[in-house]
């Protein structure tokens, strides 16, 4: 994209918030964050700048503000500014806007204005997340490079990937195509979970101990479940797919990996504009409900089992998020709705209306999660609804989940990831 388009794009956004501040005489200051230094060490963790910074000033530099005068209704950018002994260990700053240094003096040309941080007032911040949530075509475009780094990751692991490998060697695998196919970092840290690991719905290499991480040798015939992303302009992309290594699925694994695929595509079709996403969530619930009641595992009529917290003993995530410069985004939700306390929800990121513009993952899964099902007290609490027999076997089987990123459009929903396959077994 032009210069002159990318500009205008980050004039229009500018506009958009200030619409939604209705202010008339205050400073309001959003700044990008410093680098973060490591403790005990002279080295520094990965710079990310603040999203809303990002969003509005369209750079990731440390140590800059973007400010905003009401009153005059004027922005003015404030970048840091190398000397010449950080030049003899770094590269220059690029050289954004005003000097930083001249901060001081330019609020004290307006000392009469109330002062705002923009994440220390939720009205400022809110109203930047609102108008993060519908993307522009910058955003777009840069939301489906993203995607196109992930395909590259994931058609190397279906070609590549087998038994007797680590899940630190397909990460490694897996990232490096990422990057290769021009993804400037990660979007988050990968998930490469097998076996019983994919019960983890956060499983990442070296969280249990940085000194000396864990990895796990895959076995034949077992469930491989990636959670992973490349990161493009900023924008990340958030996909998973879960398939058997080196042999044919069980019954069991076919069925439920087909409960989990139909779950997610009923949802991807809800993705549409007017549609209430907690009622999308909790349709997916009953899909899943549905598939572990023909299994077996479940007994009782599909919306008391929801209702009751069954289900989410199995599917206890939210069916997905909003994606944007965060693989969670800001904007999940609005102002006066909280999180509500229904078992199948708790862990809903997003509750709002869905809007064309946005863009939100749709990630159905079932999970065998022996920190829950080997609790006394929750298998005591759903004796009459949990076959505990037919689950006890599966302890160890792990999870699925099959996650897509979506842009919900005013026509047909755009499958943002919809390039990459959805293979059952792969090696």
């Known amino acids: 994209m032009a210069n002159s388009d990318r500009q205008a794009a980050l004039e229009r956004r500018r506009q958009l918030v200030v619409e939604q501040w209705n202010l008339e005489q205050e400073v309001v200051l959003v700044r990008s964050g410093q680098a973060l230094s490591i403790a005990g060490s002279d080295l520094h963790h990965e710079f990310r700048p603040h999203p809303d910074f990002a ?51 330019w609020l004290g040309s307006r000392e009469r204005q109330p002062l705002i941080e923009g994440w220390d007032d939720r009205k400022i911040q809110s109203g930047i997340a609102e108008t993060r949530l519908q993307k522009d075509e910058l955003e777009l475009s840069a939301l489906r490079s993203a995607a196109v780094t992930s395909e590259a990751g994931f058609s190397w692991v279906y070609e590549n990937a087998r038994v007797g490998m680590t899940e630190r060697e397909i990460q490694i695998g897996i990232e490096a195509e990422f990057f290769r196919a021009g993804a400037v970092r990660t979007a988050y840290p990968s998930i490469v979970a097998s076996g019983p690991n994919g019960a983890y719905l956060h499983y990442v290499y070296g969280q249990d101990d940085s000194l000396n991480p864990a990895t796990r040798t895959i076995q034949k015939g077992e469930l491989l479940l990636i959670d992973a992303g490349g990161e493009f302009g900023g924008y990340a992309s958030d996909v998973t797919r879960t398939m058997v290594v080196g042999d044919e699925p069980t019954d069991v694994q076919s069925f439920l990996w087909q409960v989990v695929f139909r779950a997610q595509e009923l949802a991807i079709d809800r993705c549409r504009p007017g549609e209430e996403w907690r009622e999308v969530h909790l349709d997916s619930a009953r899909v899943i409900g549905s598939g572990l009641v023909e299994l077996g595992i479940l007994r009782g009529e599909v919306d008391a089992l929801v209702a009751s917290g069954a289900v989410a003993l199995f599917y206890p995530h939210g069916l997905g998020h909003l994606i944007g410069l965060t693989v969670h985004d800001a904007g999940g939700y609005p102002l006066g709705r909280e999180p509500g306390s229904h078992p ?76 990459i396959a959805k293979p059952l077994r792969i090696g």
């Open 55 to 105: 969003y509005l000033a369209g750079y990731g530099v440390p140590e800059s503000v973007l400010a905003y005068d009401a009153k005059a209704r004027q922005w003015q950018l404030f970048g840091p500014r190398s000397t010449a002994d950080d030049m003899v260990w770094h590269q220059p700053a690029n050289e954004i806007g005003l000097p930083v240094d001249d901060l001081d003096d």
């Open 344 to 419: 199948q929800s708790r862990y809903l990121r997003t509750d709002r209306t869905l809007e064309a513009g946005m863009i939100t993952s749709v990630e159905p899964g079932v999970y065998f999660i022996d920190a829950i099902l080997a609790d006394p007290s929750v298998r005591q609490q759903f004796e009459a609804e949990v076959v505990w027999d037919a689950v006890d076997p599966l302890r160890g089987f792990g999870g699925i989940r099959i996650e897509d990123d979506i842009h919900v459009t005013n026509d047909e929903p755009e499958v943002l990831s919809g390039a």
